[in-house]
Each structure stands twice: as C-alpha cells, then as structure tokens.
C-alpha cells in the first residue's frame, strides 16, 4: 500500500490529486463520476453577485486543447452558501472555493461571507482569469496588487487560503513570493494562458469574447516550467495544474517541485480522469521501489 497522503500548508489531503476550478462545477454536476480518489475540489469560480458570464460561442477546440470564455457565470455568494455548502459539508473531500472580484475590497467581504460557513474548507483566490473586464489578471498580473489581494482575503479568515497565479507574467516568481510574504497557505500554477482562434468563413474570432484562455495539454510543459519557477521561489507549497491527462503527466509536476495537482480539462474527455491518474501515481511509486509520495525525489535547485 502505498501512502499518497498529501501536507499542504497544514491541511492533510488524502491524496496529491484535485479538480481545477471550472472544470468540476460545484461538485453536483458530475455525479457520476468517481469521487473515492479525488483529494479535494476546487469551486466554479464565484462572485458576490450573480453573473451572466459572456455570450456564446464560449468553448473552441484547438490542437491538443480548448479556449474558453465563459466569463465566469455564476449564481453568486448567496445562491453558492444557500444551495451548495449544505451538500459539501458531508462529503468526504474538502471543497475550496475559488474567490473572484472586482476589487481588492470585494474580495475582503466575499471571503467574510463564505467564512465560517460549514461545508468551505478553505479558498482558491483566483487573480487570473483571462475572460473578465474588471478584476481577474489584472491583480495578477502586478506583483503589488497580488499582495493586496491575498492580504485582503488572509485577514478575513483563518482557513487555508490558496492563491491562484497567472501564467501572463514575465517572471511568475516576483508574483509568488509578494503573495507568499503576505500570508497565502499555497499557490496553485497556473490558471488558462490567453489564447485566439479565428473562423476563416466568418474571418471573426470563433469566440464571442475575441480571446479566450487555453487550457489541456498543448499548455503542459509551459505550466510545468512556471509552476517549477513558482517553486523555486517560494517555500510554501505549490499546486500544479495545466494539461494533465496521465500519472505521467502529474508526476512531472510533482517532480518539478509540486506539493500537488490539479486536473481540469482532462475530464471533460475522460470522466475517470483523477481516479487514473491518482492510481498511476501510486502504481509509478511502487514500481520505483518507493513507499509513500513523500520519498519521490524534487528536481528543485533554489534561485
Ligand atoms: C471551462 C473552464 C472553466 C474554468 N473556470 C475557472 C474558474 O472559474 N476559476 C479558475 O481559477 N480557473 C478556471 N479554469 C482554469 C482551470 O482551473 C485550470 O487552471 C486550467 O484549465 C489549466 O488546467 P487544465 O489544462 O488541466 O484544464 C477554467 C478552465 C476551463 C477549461
């Protein structure tokens, strides 16, 4: 038997795998899927009020992966706490939720609200959506006004708060470590790279948003390198996310410095997505003679 049991920051996780934000909705839409094997899931993106998101065309496939912009629809704080929390709270995996806003004071009452409420077992503060006016990568985007953020959300609550970073940056680790500096329990690398595609018979974009964020594996090895950079520069935990499909494909991450993962798009394609990749994990570290993911060696020189 072999232990995946996961320290995050101070929160045990029963294992290294997750679900991305977006891509397992609020954990009821996908109830046929296995959930034995999932460490935990991270929200649908949510703000404080409800939210339209952008128009349709709002998904497009590319070469090894997909562009979305949904814009982040939503039902908003009350409809989330009313209708979901209740069922999370008896579910065996923690459910982080992913925080968005408009403002750096936004965030602050967004997190007071969810704060307390049983069911949230931490957040995933998102300062890296591609597909929102106002907010999203903009505060990612600045290393200051990352800061701010995570300091807004950290002085609300005191359960784990994750911070979700931007692959937009020149150098990711600048953004890491004023997060870090400013109470964040985690960073999760990286949200959706800005992408475009455009319909020749229209000559439009395909998307009614023009851009949209690229996610699946055609990103794999640009999140691997930012979520080793994330790593490098920081010392609490980093969770990579970003084209997984395969234990292969995780365990790179986790080579490279991540304390765990996340999967998202993979499981549109494939509904047993985490289970497998939670059990390959597990069938690579028997078959290299380790006993527990704590003994898989990181490739992690520090700058
Ligand atoms: C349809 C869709 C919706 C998403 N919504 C969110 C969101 O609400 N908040 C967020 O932080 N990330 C969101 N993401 C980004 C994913 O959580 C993840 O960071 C990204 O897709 C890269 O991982 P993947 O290649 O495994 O999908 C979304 C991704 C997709 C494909």
Known sequence: MIELEVDLGGLRLKGPVLAASGTFGYGTEVPLLDRSKLAGMVSKGIFLRPRTGTPPARIVETPSGMLNAIGLQGPGVDALIRDYAPLWASWAFPVFVNLN????????????????????????????????????????????????????????????????????????GVVARSVEAEGADALCAVNTFVGMSIDLNSRRPRLANRTGGLSGPAIRPLAVHL?????????????????????????????????????????????????????????????????????????????
């Open 101 to 172: 806003a408009e403002s750096i004071e936004e965030y602050g009452e967004l997190t007071a609200r969810l704060d307390g409420v049983p069911g949230v077992a931490g957040f995933e503060v998102n300062i890296s959506c591609p597909n929102v006016d106002q907010g999203g990568m903009y505060f990612g985007n600045d290393p200051v006004a990352a800061g701010r953020v995570t300091a807004a959300v950290r002085r609300r609550t005191k359960l784990p708060v994750w911070v979700k970073l931007t692959p937009m940056v020149t150098d990711i």
């Open 227 to 303: 979520a080793h950079q994330a790593a490098r520069a920081v010392r609490i935990p980093v969770v990579g996310v970003g084209g997984i499909v395969s234990a292969e494909d995780a365990l790179e991450f986790l080579v490279a410095g991540c304390a765990a993962v996340q999967v998202g798009t993979a499981t549109f394609i494939d509904g047993g997505a985490i289970a497998r990749v939670h059990d390959g994990i597990a069938a690579y570290l028997a078959s290299n003679g380790f006993e527990s993911l704590e003994e898989l060696p990181r490739y992690l020189p520090r700058d």
